[in-house]
């Protein structure tokens, strides 16, 4: 029966890394694996989809207001004009709106670049598609985008590109520079752009989040992707969208229409209460989260790992290994969690070619409650030697 | 559940076109979508976040606008070849035309009224106490328990709800997910027309070569010598619905084990989509998985909204046999990765619901299922027998209109009531042009006024 599955499904296969997660599972570890919170949701958003549900907004629906909203947000957050009616395709989740999109615009063969390390989701979406993920390395320990490489990475047949800023796992907010390198080749190539922005609202130190919609030529090139998950701490909700030129966002509507019908009414509904959040609720958020990146930051710094800097952007910092440690890093992290009983990701998850570093990596998430964290501290502090540094590394 | 199901993947794999062998009918153009239905966008649509009125609710979620942006010269549409069978589709359209006219919608097939406070207040708790972050990819462990349960009630059949079942957002989702994890382009899949639109737009989504045999008036009846012909050692899977929207079928055991040999004979899979199971009313619901040999070769597939009276929370489910139910899996871990987690706690409280309210649920639809069709009846359709769903199918040609589509235009303008016309059902749109459907999952006085309504304008020629 095996032969009645798809290529791609044959071509999947579990990882180590979900052994790992069965060993955290056991023994109680501090998680700072997953990517969403351990703190409540926001009580003015619960309130609302709870009100959403007992006012019976309980069948398939599609609530426009979410895209008079956005369009709102994109005039607002990147100057955009975007056409409420005929731009916007409410789906379930960015998960959901990134897979329409490609579904939407890719044929079998086209090629997608992406940039690595990488989320893998994009990859095997791309290959469900019919198309061919094609990676960029960023360079580290900054992941600066390298020009030639990116160059190097077009040919004819190469359809779309994919960025993800600010960026899951390594924090990097690309600057406008990048950006600029980035949509020339987009409109040279005549590349459409597919980002993701889920961590739009999540951005430190006054960095500016610059949309590649917003640069010169490139709004009726780019389908922006994000969703309420992240920014507001409801990642088991499950609404998102799809920003982009009309005829694809047209064919993104229709995809979804096919693929879910639609996003779950009574949390369409409450969305409209998120997106109407006060500046307040922004700026606390990123305070909140700056507060936590600083503290795991000078954390991870103290018990030996390598962190080059402080992450810009998103709730992740990916530590490297120093060099001292002979451990890779599925390694460690089975040491850390056996040892310390704290969870992280090992970075070899992001990683689709071989480099040299692609196995000295570890994603941590700070997207966890102050308890969480000083908990995950104390645990790791206990097992360092005499130079302060955790023992296996 | 530790990490989002996406990091499990290993990386090491590669892949390479070889794996694809597009179909011959693959060609490397692009084409426009058609945008030629146009209907201006009623106002309403700007503020279509209101409580549902039967005669005001949207079902549709594509506005019907026209695309502004065609071609300009340096941005040429840039849409893949499979979306020719996206369309806008034929609800939004006659959903718009309804509000226009202040009709009364039958035509969406959704209630309106809304579902049980039992099941509501389990997700009320469910947000309150924090459960608003990523559920297990397939599905809370109390959900998959409280669906196998309910699937060894219904069918007596034992399956492991940790290794064989996977909850995915509706049952459209677990449809596309079956189809994009299971099907290669170039397959042969068989379907039964007519069939709920999303089967024919997901299976050209995978690349599949569809293979459409056709369900007539009227009884709709399995033509097995039809399906024997078609049947081969190249049929992929056959894709089936029971109880049957549109036409209120249901498959009989006689039916169902002619198609079991034929798949056992063939080695063909099939997916069972069957939402309106409870929703049974002429004769007992029987699963084709239950048959002997076809639990291995099912993907059984259901959801919550139906039955539940909430069709907007997006629980479904797809049941397989672990060999198959991995395909449906990794496809929808990359469709939508997880499914909505507070709706999930309270769709496992639903389907404990005790035996009553499955007969409560079934007496209320056989009321409203009777005024709508002695309604139909006294008007002058022919209506067909509907054994399941909460649907009707009825010819319309009484009436002097040349097609489905003219009669629906005609009876939300002079008459003020929607149908859906099937046309749209069907993969030869001819097929459908005498049928019309009307759904009874609307309250009673909603039902009664409409009929009151065709009593009164609707004349036979």
């Not at chain 2, 198959?324 to 987690?341: D, E, M, P, R």
Request: charge should be neutral.
């Amino acid at each position: 029966m095996e032969k009645k599955l798809s290529s791609i499904a044959k071509s999947l296969k579990p990882s180590p890394i979900q052994q790992l997660s069965l060993l955290a599972q056991r023994g109680n570890a501090v998680n700072l694996a997953e990517g969403f919170p351990d703190f409540p949701a926001p009580p003015h958003i619960k309130a609302a989809a709870l009100s959403a549900i007992t006012s019976d907004f309980n069948q398939y629906r599609h609530v426009q207001g979410i895209c008079s909203l956005l369009v709102d947000k994109m005039k607002q957050m990147h100057g955009l004009d975007v056409d409420p009616l005929t731009d916007i395709a409410i789906c379930c989740g960015q998960t959901e709106a990134f897979a329409a999109t490609m579904f939407a615009i890719i044929n079998p063969g086209d090629e997608v670049i992406l940039f690595e390390p990488s989320f893998e989701t994009y990859g095997t979406c791309i290959s469900m598609a019919g198309g061919i993920p094609v990676y960029v390395a960023l360079d580290p320990p900054y992941w600066t985008l390298d020009e030639v490489k990116l160059l190097d990475a077009f040919t004819a047949k190469t359809k779309a590109l994919v960025l993800n800023s600010p960026h899951n796992p390594t924090g990097k907010v690309f600057n406008m520079g990048e950006l600029e390198i980035i949509a020339e080749y987009c409109r040279t190539k005549d590349c459409i752009a597919i980002t993701d922005e889920v961590y739009e609202h999540i951005i430190y130190d006054n960095e500016p989040h610059i949309s590649l919609a917003s640069l010169p030529g490139m709004q009726n090139r780019t389908i922006i992707t994000s969703s309420l998950s992240k920014t507001y701490s409801v990642t088991g909700w499950r609404v998102g969208w799809a920003i982009g030129p009309s005829c694809i966002a047209s064919a993104i509507r229709n995809i979804h229409t096919k693929v879910t019908d639609s996003a779950p009414a009574p949390f369409q509904e409450a969305a409209l209460t998120a997106l109407r959040s006060p500046p307040e609720y922004y700026i606390s958020l990123r305070a909140e989260y700056e507060s936590k990146r600083d503290f795991v930051f000078k954390l991870l710094c103290q018990v030996g790992f390598q962190v080059e800097f402080k992450p810009l952007g998103s709730f992740f910092i990916f530590a490297a290994l120093p060099e001292t440690c002979k451990l890779t890093d599925v390694e460690f992290v089975e040491e850390l969690i056996k040892e310390a009983g704290v969870v992280a990701v090992p970075g070899c998850g992001f990683f689709h070619t071989k480099h040299d570093y692609h196995n000295r990596y570890i994603r941590f998430a700070f997207c966890k409650d102050d308890a969480t964290l000083t908990s995950a501290a104390r645990k790791m502090q206990q097992l360092v030697d005499a130079s302060g540094r955790l023992r296996f590394l | 559940m530790l990490l989002p199901s996406c990091i499990i993947i290993r990386p090491s794999f590669r892949i390479t076109t070889t794996f694809y062998k597009p179909s011959s009918h693959w060609r490397h153009h692009i084409v426009p979508i058609n945008h030629s239905r146009r209907l201006s966008v009623p106002t309403f649509i700007n503020s279509a976040s209101i409580s549902t009125a039967s005669s005001t609710t949207v079902e549709d979620h594509t506005p019907s606008v026209m695309a502004q942006d065609g071609s300009t010269p340096h941005h040429p549409l840039q849409v893949a070849k499979r979306l020719e069978k996206f369309k806008t589709t034929i609800f939004t359209q006659m959903s718009s035309l309804a509000i226009e006219h202040g009709a009364i919608n039958l035509g969406q097939g959704f209630p309106n009224f809304d579902g049980p406070d039992f099941v509501k207040d389990v997700a009320i708790q469910a947000i309150k106490d924090g459960k608003n972050q990523y559920a297990r990819g397939f599905g809370v462990p109390d959900l998959n328990s409280a669906i196998a349960a309910r699937f060894h009630k219904d069918t007596g059949l034992t399956v492991d709800p940790e290794k064989e079942i996977t909850v995915t957002s509706g049952c459209t989702e677990a449809i596309a997910a079956t189809i994009l994890g299971l099907i290669n382009p170039g397959d042969e899949v068989i379907v039964f027309a007519p069939f709920y639109d999303s089967y024919e737009a997901t299976l050209s989504m995978a690349g599949a070569k569809i293979t459409c045999i056709t369900l007539r008036p009227p009884d709709f009846s399995l033509p097995i010598e039809e399906l024997k012909s078609k049947v081969s050692k190249n049929t992929r899977a056959i894709l089936m619905n029971t109880p049957h929207n549109p036409t209120g079928k249901m498959f009989t055991r006689e039916e169902l084990g002619q198609i079991a040999s034929l798949c056992i004979e063939n080695d063909v899979l099939v997916f069972s989509d069957e939402v309106y199971d409870k929703l049974s009313f002429e004769m007992d619901h029987i699963s084709i998985a239950s048959l002997p040999g076809m639990y291995e070769r099912t993907v059984t597939l259901n959801s919550l909204g139906k039955t539940f009276s909430l069709t907007g929370w997006k629980i479904g489910w797809a049941i397989a046999p672990t060999h198959l139910i991995w395909g449906v899996k990794q496809a929808h871990s990359y469709l939508t990765f997880a499914t909505s987690t507070p709706m999930q706690y309270a769709a496992a409280a639903a389907l404990r619901a005790p035996d009553s309210y499955y007969e409560e649920l079934r007496k209320d639809y056989k009321a409203k299922k009777e005024i709508l069709v002695e309604g139909l009846k006294s008007v002058g359709f022919n209506v067909y027998p509907s054994s399941g769903t909460y649907f009707v199918v009825v010819d319309h040609t009484p009436f002097g209109l040349p097609n489905d589509v003219a009669f629906c235009e005609y009876l939300i303008k002079e008459v003020g009531v929607v149908a859906i016309p099937t046309s749209v059902f069907y993969l030869d749109p001819s097929e459908g042009k005498n049928l019309v459907r009307f759904t009874f999952c609307k309250d009673e006085e909603t039902l009664r006024n409409a009929v009151g309504r065709m009593k009164e304008r609707l004349a036979r020629k």
